[in-house]
């Protein structure tokens, strides 16, 4: 049986893990590359890595980090942050990520999806989609959350799994930070509409949040951040918890 | 020293990066005399068959893998290529192994992505693995279950997630991104 996936997200300042906490057996919590290490032997199904700088002085230290990151993870990983071009994306594959994600870049030029997807293949292609309410409708909106554009969030999953995405990684920024749970309203309605593989993001809190998500929704993954990051949910205690719940996760 | 193809297929570099974790060394080639003379040669790939099965054509390659008589390991869409007939891009291949590559019906997600498990396992790639491991896949087409089948997944129909004739080694998942399971399947191979 095909597995739910838990996918811990670094967000990267110049090479760098942003607050970084200290765990044990840890030598340098700032190193995404320790930190990804850790998650990876913890059971961490994939990982995503979002360049929250994403200049262009910063492309370099990206890349560099990408090597490292390939040279010593085994386990898939997907980058984001910034790319707004097929030349980004080459550049990163090359380098040995699995999968791109790409975002704002995508609704003001839906045809990168399908450059994209042609170029390396829709199993490479992650589109990000955050959304919020709006009016009492769900919406999408760029720029980390700040501006709604006229885009339902649902045609918005549909057309871009016709462009070629093979993935879309849904975030509620209206749950994001909350430490509520993730939206089941609208990621089980985007998982009922496309026929790709769905990751819900947004709002994780507690080790519950992941076992409603999965229990209510037909999306494939769930992603979290700061609650792996200091330590408040332990991803292998998180993946028996959710195997004791009925849930399918590789142990 | 082991050869991995060099052809116009993604996710090489991953395959190298983990032989070289496990100890080996190997060379991303695509040069005659170093696949002949290899130790073991593996065939990674993410791709579009119709392009990928060209690309080996015009530089010969194919006849070339065909003739090779040391283990050789094809990857995702490297099995694909290994086997009879593609339906992406209705594409003929190397016919190593006799069967057909299909594209799943749309009854579930497609592409497979993610973890899954895999049963009636068969031969040495597979000692110490268990059919309560999870390997992971990525793909769309599936190779059919025939006699070169040594492992059997399950989604949306069961498929051949491993297969092997003569000197020939395949999985459909990629062992390179299988964490501590994927490392066991390809170590096995690169002790042949």
Known sequence: MLKRRIIPCLDIRNGRTVKGVNFVGLKDAGDPVELAKLYASRGADELVFLDITATIENRHTLISLVERIAAEINIPFTVGGGINSLEDVGHLLKAGADKITINSAAVRRPELITEIAGEFGSQCVVVAIDTDVINNDWVVVVDGGRTPVKLRTIDWAIKVEKLGAGEILLTSMKHDGTKKGFSLEITAEVSRHVNIPVIASGGAGKKEHFRDVFFNTSCSAALAASIFHFGEVDIKELKEYLFNEQTAVRL | ?192
Not at chain 2, 55 to 68: A, F, G, P, Q, T
Not at chain 2, 93 to 104: A, N, P, Q, Y
């Open chain 2, 1 to 192: 020293m082991i050869a991995i193809i060099k052809y116009n297929a993604g996710n090489i570099r991953s395959v190298q990066n983990a032989i070289t974790r496990l100890g080996y060394e190997s060379v991303i080639t695509d040069d005659r005399e170093e696949m002949l003379n290899a130790e073991k040669v593996i065939l990674p790939g993410v791709g579009e068959a119709g392009s990928a099965m060209k690309y080996l054509r015009e530089k010969e390659l194919d006849k070339l893998i065909v003739s090779l008589t040391q283990p050789v390991l094809g990857i995702c869409l490297g099995l694909q290529l290994m086997c009879r007939y593609s339906e992406e891009g209705d594409t003929q291949c190397m016919k190593i192994f006799d069967t057909d590559v299909r594209l799943f019906p749309r009854v579930d997600k497609v592409p497979h992505m993610g973890w899954n498990n895999f049963f009636s396992l068969k031969g040495e790639l597979f000692k110490g693995v268990s059919a309560r491991d999870n390997v992971y896949y990525v793909h769309s087409y599936y190779p059919e279950i025939s006699s070169c089948t040594t492992a059997v997944c399950d989604y949306i129909l069961p498929f051949s997630a491993g297969m092997k004739k003569d000197n020939f080694y395949a999985t459909q998942f990629h062992p390179e991104k299988s964490a501590l399971v994927g490392e066991q399947i390809l170590k096995n191979f690169l002790e042949l």
